[in-house]
Structure formats: structure tokens, C-alpha cells
């Protein structure tokens, strides 16, 4: 008996932990026109949704997704019609070129003249015409830093991320682009290289750095809690993550190193799935209105691609660099590629190379 | 009739089955032996040989071996304590020990990562008594400290369930005869616990070798285990048909793990018994 009630105890247990791991989905009112909405996990005002579906009497299905390679999975699964997705640039490149996004004539939108211009022409690396996708935050990718041991002059450079002194002071990316990028860009390539021996000649930096004990650990969405922590000196992180860290810690700071580094668009794009492109478009023409704009910048605190977004800002929130980047910064900037599927697996088998070494 | 009832009541059961289990093992067998075209290969599975992936179902394998013998070491005579307890309730002293299972496992790995972390917990309290930190964070000692808090209940419950089975009489019957404590253990304790002792090394070696997330954690990106690999093939990189070769492999070392098992839990019964 007694080895019953535990293994009862024991099966129960185990039941509980895998029916946390996976979460609901929610459903919708099939009352009336929808719009089914995927975008990344706590990417909008939820107040904007609601807005939305008040002004327009459309009911929004909304979906979250965590990684742009989980989104591709779930687009194509294709269980779900999805009507407008919003993901990374090089994922839409990707989904462009194997013709699953709708071209769409997004200069007619009435708000579309609010976008700024800058970022348009940065966003023509992946939609030469602007005629496949509309921008929707961006950011840079750089060097998060403690002010009280680190200056700012050390983190002006790549180099420092070499430097033997930081011993275990150092946190790279856990994520195979992001952690080669300084180390191709310190070689003098750029970070869309894709020639097997410039990328052994980063790997051999990133072995070495590793070898001499410099890096703490590889994170992702533990990095702003570790340098809020002051668990270490400097970290490699994206533009947005370290401005939530710089908010709960006054000693960090944000920096994009002289050589250039990695801008990123998230971007909206409707996909061949989409079963209502009226709607789809009504939906973006809302983002870009400016109090919309100004409703996701507040609750998000990514750079809004938004003009008048920027221009209402506080100064101290204007010139944070990790939030809005200068036009400096983005001029030294380049925007990551879509890598074909050799090149993926090229880039994939390096990483784990690094990682195991 | 009853009979159909018995069978119509097995029907969910047989759909989960096959949903959940057989459906899921034919796609990770056709993307296995399949490359991106859909024709017939071996190298994803060959691709263990590989360098990078030898090292890493190396470590998997000699961090699972290490988890499951502390495991061992630490449950024997933790149950041999509670089997002989002289409290009325001994059901409540297990249910103590069960109690932390009751929260998700990821949770209470993030609490060890806190603890343990540069300035965590454990490392204020040192530096504050003036004692030197420890650093086995994002170390394979962090990785395996994780996996032995997880999966201790899991050798604990077999081994002293099959502690309580033994007799009180078998053993003083024994202590008439003229047995000493080693002897009794040696010749009715430890051979009455080795089917519990299987099955705690099997539920707690299998998990360990597959673990990716305890890794991950309190890894921090250092410690790669095949579990990794096979998460990156499948998340990061969209190597579907690598990530598929490999959970094939590791499906292979787990049956075989299990097998050897069942082999000596044979041999094991058989002297008990006689």
C-alpha cells in the first residue's frame, strides 16, 4: 500500500512539473471579422490590441512566440493562418526568399510617411523596395558595462572582449551570430561573412578567449540580470535588454564599439497565409500612428522607428544609446543577412565547436 | 461484455499512444535517416564520430555516471536511516523529502544558480565571515550538484521501498544465528535492495544523460552536453535532420543503459531469492 501513495506521490509530481512546462493557448470569439496576430512575447501594449478591435469592430486573435526559428516552425506547421507576423530582419529575408511573404503597396498606408527614413533606407538591405515588410523596433548590439571598474574607453573596442585582465569578467551571447560578429568584425571581415576560413579565424579568437578564462558565461536572457547583479565587468548583449539593466542599476553603461557592430529591425510582414489583407493592413496603418507608436515605445523601451516617437522624448532618453542609437551608430552598423542552409549549418557546427571546446 | 468494456477503457490510453509516443518516434526516425531532400542517408548518424558531438555525449555520459553513484552514495544510507527510524509516522519523514518535487524542477534550478552565482547567496555569506568564495558556477560541478538535488528523491523512493519489504523477523532470525551487522547486510539487506537500487540508477542515469536545461543554467554556455546539441540542432540552428540522428544515438545508449540493467537486476533477484 505504503508503495502505492508514493508512487502516486511520484507520478503526480512529475505530472505537475510537465503541465507547468507547456503553456494555454487562448482562443477567440469567432463572432464578426478577425485578424490572427503573431509577434514576439511581450512585444505590444495590450491596451493598443483592445484599442484596436474597439475602433475597428475586428476581433484580434494575438500570438507569442519566444525565438524567430520557433515562429518559422510555427508558420510552417501551418495549422494556423497567420494574417501578420512580426519577427528579426534576417528571418523575414529568409521567408522573402523563399516567397512566403505578400508584396503589399505599405506606401499608400495613411501613417506610413510617420516611419523614419533613416531606418527605411537601413531596412532596403532586406526589402530592396520597402514593398515586403514595415519596421517596427530597432536596435544595436554592443557592450553593457560596469562604470566602476571599466572605462569608457575600453569599451570603445571589440578588443577589450581579448583582453586577458577581465578573467572571468566577461558574459558573450549565448546565441552562434551574436557571439561571432566581434570577433569576425576584430579580424576586420564583416559579420555576413560567410568564408570558412575568415570563420575559423574567429572561432580561433573565440577559443582563445575562452581559453584564457575571460568569459564568465555564454547568455542570453540571463545577461541584464547577471550585470545588474555585478556578477561581471562587460557584456555582449542587444541594445534594449541593456537599457532595462541600466534602469535597475545606475553603474551601467552602454556602448558600440568604433569598429561597428550588428542594427536589428524587427519588422512586421504579411504572410501567403493571410486570409484577410484589408485587415492585416489596417493592423500595421495602427502601429504607425503616433500615439499607437508612443503607447509600444513605452511599454517595450526599444528605439521606435516612429519619427515624432523620438522627438517627444526626454533628452536623457533621446541621447541613451541604448536606446535610441545615434545616427553615428547607425551609420557604422550593418544589419545581419539570412544565411542559406549550408551556411546555417556551417555556423552552427562552429558554435557547437566553440562550445564544447 | 466486460471484456469490451475493459478494452473500450483502454482506448484512451492506446490514442496517446500513438499520438504522443509511436508518431513522434517514426518522424525522429524519418529525419534521421533522411537528408534535406528526403533521401536516404547515415551521416546524421555517423555525425557522433564527430569531434565536437564525441566530446559532448562523452561528458553527458561521465556527468550521469558521477550524478547517478552520488546519488547512490547519499540515498542507501539516508533510507537505511529512515527504514529504522523509530518514529510512528515514517510516511511523513518521506513526505518531507518528497516536498521539493512539488515545485516545477526548473524553478529550483534557477534558486541553486542564484545561490551559487559570483555574488550570490552563498558567496556573501562566506566573504562575510571572512572566508574565501567559492566559483563552481558555470563549472560541470554546478551541472552535476543540479542534477543530484534534482533526482535524489527519484533513488531514494525504489531503494527504501524496498527496505521497508525486508522483514524485522528475517533479520533477527539471523541475529540468533550468530550474524554480525556486516553480515546481515551483506548476506539479506543489500541483496533484498538491489532491484531498488536498479531502479533508482535507471530513473536517475537516464534523465541525467538526456538533461539539457540543468546544463544550460548552471552551465552558463561552458558545459555542452549531448542534450544541448541536440537542442541547438533542433532550436538555433533548424538542423532538424542533425538533431534527429543524434536523439536517435542517445534513444540507443539509453536502451542499452537499460538493458545492461535488466541484466544484472536478473542476476541479482536470482541469488536473493534463493
Given amino acids: 500500500m505504503k508503495k502505492r501513495i508514493f508512487s502516486a506521490l511520484l507520478i503526480s509530481a512529475l505530472a505537475v512539473s510537465a503541465l507547468t512546462a507547456c503553456g494555454g493557448s487562448s482562443s477567440a470569439k469567432k463572432s464578426g471579422q478577425t485578424l490572427t496576430v503573431l509577434n514576439y512575447g511581450k512585444y505590444i501594449d495590450e491596451s493598443v490590441v483592445k484599442q484596436f478591435e474597439k475602433e475597428t469592430g475586428i476581433t484580434v486573435k494575438y500570438e507569442e512566440y519566444e525565438s524567430p526559428e520557433e515562429m518559422y516552425t510555427k508558420y510552417k506547421a501551418g495549422s494556423i493562418n497567420y494574417d501578420v507576423i512580426c519577427s528579426s530582419e534576417y528571418m523575414v529575408e529568409r521567408l522573402i526568399n523563399e516567397g512566403e511573404v505578400l508584396e503589399e503597396d505599405y506606401d499608400a498606408m495613411d501613417n506610413y510617411k510617420n516611419l523614419d527614413p533613416t531606418i527605411l533606407d537601413m531596412s532596403a538591405s532586406y526589402d530592396k523596395n520597402h514593398t515586403y515588410s514595415v519596421p517596427y523596433f530597432y536596435g544595436t548590439l554592443g557592450l553593457l558595462y560596469n562604470k566602476t571598474t571599466i572605462d569608457a574607453k575600453t569599451v570603445s573596442s571589440w578588443n577589450c572582449l581579448w583582453d586577458p585582465t577581465y578573467e572571468d569578467e ?65 557584456a555582449l548583449c542587444y541594445s534594449g535588454e541593456a537599457a532595462l539593466a541600466m534602469a535597475e542599476n545606475d553603474n551601467l553603461d552602454y556602448s558600440v564599439p568604433k569598429e561597428g557592430s550588428n542594427l536589428w529591425i524587427d519588422s512586421w ?89 | ?108 534550478i534557477l534558486a541553486w544558480k542564484l545561490l551559487l552565482s559570483k555574488n550570490g547567496v552563498i558567496n556573501s555569506i562566506l566573504t562575510g565571515f ?109 538542423q532538424w535532420n542533425a538533431g534527429s540522428g543524434l536523439s536517435f544515438v542517445l534513444m540507443i545508449f539509453v536502451i542499452a543503459s537499460m538493458t545492461i540493467v535488466n541484466i544484472f537486476d536478473k542476476e541479482g533477484e536470482g541469488t536473493s531469492i534463493c
Avoid at chain 2, 509511436?22 to 564520430?49: E, K, Q, R, V, W
Avoid at chain 2, 550538484?145 to 519489504?165: A, E, K, Q, W
Fill in chain 2, 130 to 238: 571572512g572566508l574565501s568564495r567559492i566559483n563552481i558556477i558555470n563549472t560541470p560541478t554546478a551541472v552535476v550538484l543540479g542534477m543530484v538535488y534534482d533526482f535524489l528523491p527519484f533513488m531514494l523512493l525504489p531503494i527504501y521501498n524496498s527496505m521497508t519489504r525486508i522483514r524485522k523477523d528475517w533479520i533477527e532470525a539471523a541475529r540468533d544465528l550468530g550474524a554480525g551487522n556486516v553480515t546481515i547486510f551483506l548476506k539479506i539487506i543489500l541483496p533484498l535492495t538491489v532491484s531498488g537500487i536498479i531502479s533508482g540508477i535507471v530513473m536517475v542515469f537516464v534523465p541525467s544523460l538526456t538533461s539539457f536545461a540543468i546544463s544550460q543554467v548552471l552551465g552558463g554556455g561552458h558545459v555542452l552536453l549531448i542534450g544541448n546539441v541536440i537542442e541547438q540542432d533542433f532550436m538555433q540552428g533548424m
Fill in chain 1, 269 to 357: 510582414f504579411i504572410p501567403k497565409s493571410c486570409t484577410n489583407q484589408t485587415n492585416a493592413l489596417k493592423f500595421l496603418n495602427f502601429l504607425c500612428k503616433d500615439d499607437i507608436a508612443e503607447k509600444n515605445f513605452e511599454y517595450v523601451q526599444y528605439a521606435s522607428p516612429i519619427t515624432s516617437v523620438v522627438e517627444n522624448q526626454d533628452a536623457d532618453v533621446k541621447n541613451n544609446e541604448a536606446i535610441n542609437p545615434s545616427s553615428d551608430t547607425i551609420k557604422r552598423c550593418e544589419i545581419y543577412k539570412a544565411l542559406s542552409d549550408d551556411d546555417s549549418a556551417k555556423y552552427t557546427k562552429l558554435w557547437q565547436e566553440l562550445l564544447s571546446y
Fill in chain 2, 1 to 108: 461484455m466486460r471484456k469490451f468494456k475493459q478494452q473500450f477503457l483502454a482506448g484512451p490510453y492506446l490514442i496517446w499512444i500513438i499520438g504522443f509516443i509511436l508518431l513522434p518516434l517514426i518522424m525522429i526516425l524519418y529525419y534521421a535517416f533522411t537528408n534535406g531532400d528526403g533521401s536516404f542517408t547515415l551521416s546524421y548518424i555517423t555525425a557522433i564520430a564527430d569531434e565536437t558531438n564525441r566530446k559532448a555525449m562523452g561528458l553527458s555520459l561521465r556527468l550521469g555516471i558521477i550524478c547517478t553513484i552520488v546519488c547512490l552514495v547519499l540515498s542507501y544510507p539516508l533510507a537505511m536511516i529512515l527504514n529504522n527510524m523509530k518514529i510512528k509516522n515514517q510516511g511523513l519523514v518521506v513526505f518531507i523529502f518528497m516536498l521539493p518535487m512539488w515545485m516545477n524542477f526548473m524553478l529550483r
Fill in chain 1, 170 to 234: 566577461i558574459i558573450m551571447e549565448n546565441s552562434v551570430r551574436d557571439t561571432f560578429a566581434p570577433a569576425l568584425i576584430s579580424k576586420g571581415y564583416s559579420l555576413n561573412d560567410t568564408d570558412e576560413n575568415h570563420l575559423r579565424e574567429a572561432l580561433d579568437i573565440l577559443k582563445k578567449q575562452k581559453d584564457d578564462k575571460i568569459v564568465y558565461a555564454y547568455y542570453v536572457d540571463e545577461t541584464a540580470d547577471a550585470m545588474i547583479g555585478e556578477e561581471a565587468s562587460i
